[in-house]
């Protein structure tokens, strides 16, 4: 009876493990970090989320920039602060611009595979991923472990199934390599989506001109 009685506790122990294993934690507020590589340059971005609203904020050099959008792309602001110039700008684009922003951005299309593998610490399967509008291919890996509102960074894995953890992504033209390197329930700092006092408003085309995004 004992030895029987041992093993219903022991069966029920391991379901118990299995079932924490592959329970889905849900982040609908918090920040994520991601390590960005973009033509050999490796940078570390920081995204803080809500269920309507992101902050992106990037260390390029000595500039600091923010981008902020909300959840249904009606929203597009781009900060650059550098203090060792004393300067402050911020572009808010306009319903065309994002418009176009739109229209430029690549087409994915999803399709799961069957490989898997741990990349930090998330339990990660393979999904080749195709633009539709330059034929190129890529590989995606995502993950089911954890759901979160979607962001500037993640917006094009929307279907891709799940959770981008490491993926490519083009913004602006420009390629960059994306893993996620962590994500907690951290709570934005006030005034994180909003634009503070002391920026200097400009256009977007002057921002760009200026080497901005």
Do not use: H
């Amino acid at each position: 009876m004992n030895i029987k009685f041992s093993k219903i506790v022991l069966s029920l122990a391991f379901t118990a493990i299995a079932f924490s294993a592959s329970a889905q934690k849900n982040y609908p507020q918090g920040s994520a970090t991601y390590s960005v590589s973009v033509s050999g340059q490796e940078v570390e971005s920081k995204i803080y989320f809500t269920a309507d609203s992101s902050a992106s904020i990037t260390q390029y050099g000595p500039a600091n920039v923010k981008l902020l959008t909300n959840s249904k792309g009606s929203y597009f602001a781009v900060l650059v602060d550098v203090p060792v110039a004393s300067m402050k700008k911020v572009a808010v684009l306009t319903s065309d611009e994002i418009d176009q922003a739109i229209a430029a951005a690549p087409k994915f299309t999803f399709t799961p595979g069957t490989e898997t593998k741990q990349i930090s610490g998330f339990n990660c399967k393979k999904v080749t991923v195709k633009d539709t509008k330059s034929g190129s291919t890529y590989t995606a890996w995502i993950t089911n472990d954890i759901t979160a509102p979607i962001t500037s960074m993640t917006k094009s894995f929307a279907d891709a199934g799940g959770f981008p953890v490491q993926f490519t992504t083009i913004q602006q033209g420009q390629v960059a390599d994306v893993t996620l390197k962590s994500i907690t329930n951290e709570k934005a700092p006030a005034g994180t989506f909003g634009v503070p006092a002391g920026f200097e408003k400009i256009s977007y085309d002057d921002l760009k001109a200026m080497g901005g995004r």
